[in-house]
């Protein structure tokens, strides 16, 4: 059983619809991370969050809005998406710095009609 | 210039036999090593990890790291068919706080 879960599985979503992507850790960490991964591709970081605030954006498109309401969740809100967003999303968490491993939810497979 | 690079594969191994995956990085400051496991349509999932050069060994699986060459590498002993899967190497770079850097992957294929 992983100990992060990210919620829902599986999504399909219009182009003009509004969605969010939830994610929980009770691993004690205290970075979190949002990862985008399309078929035969190594993850592709989006945004990392360590000690709930936001360190590090990858130059993400603004219809991908991440929040971190408390240490243990993260949520990426989904505004307007692109045929092109269709993808894995993997959410991790580790303790901070980057020096420690990464343990990663099932993900969330999101389809863009 | 990429930053991790690992062979694409595919490498393809007999059953029981040895499996050798291999990385090499470019920032010489590295401290952190990791090695995933990645299935088709799964969620990558930590295999190793290692921090001092030499050998670290956990069951069927060895990591060995060389910083001064720059290599990193996983050997998978008495590899079974179960291990056929893509292999993500991960590196925390000396300036890249808060982020690994993946290789592109390797798919290792163990047939019976």
């Known amino acids: 059983d992983t100990e992060v879960t990210q919620t829902p599985k599986h999504l399909v979503m219009g182009m003009t619809n509004k969605k969010s992507l939830k994610c929980e850790q009770h691993?004690?960490?205290?970075?979190m991370y949002w990862y985008k991964q399309k078929a035969k591709k190594p993850p592709e970081l989006m945004f990392v969050?360590?000690?709930?605030?936001?360190?590090i954006n990858e130059s993400v498109p603004s219809r991908f809005s991440p929040e971190c309401p408390n240490s243990s969740l993260l949520n990426l809100h989904l505004h307007a998406l692109q045929p092109e967003d269709s993808a894995l999303y993997l959410c991790?968490?580790?303790?901070?710095?980057?020096?420690?491993?990464?343990?990663f939810g099932d993900g969330t497979r999101l389809s863009i009609l | 210039q990429k930053e991790v690079e690992q062979n694409s594969g595919p490498l393809s191994v007999p059953e029981g036999a040895i499996a050798s995956l291999n990385c090499t990085y470019s920032d010489r400051g590295s401290q952190s090593f990791f090695w995933y496991r990645q299935y088709s349509g799964k969620s990558p999932e930590l295999i190793m990890f290692i921090y001092s050069n030499g050998d670290k060994e956990d069951g069927r699986f060895t990591a060995q790291l060389n910083k001064a060459s720059q290599y990193v590498s996983l050997l998978i002993r008495d590899s079974q068919p179960s291990d056929s899967a893509t292999y993500l190497c991960a590196v925390n770079g000396e300036t890249s706080y808060d982020k690994v850097i993946f290789g592109p992957g390797t798919s290792l294929s163990v047939i019976p």
């Open positions: 969050y360590s000690y709930e605030k936001l360190s």
């Open positions: 991790a968490s580790s303790r901070p710095g980057g020096a420690e491993p990464q343990h």
């Open positions: 691993m004690g960490h205290r970075a």
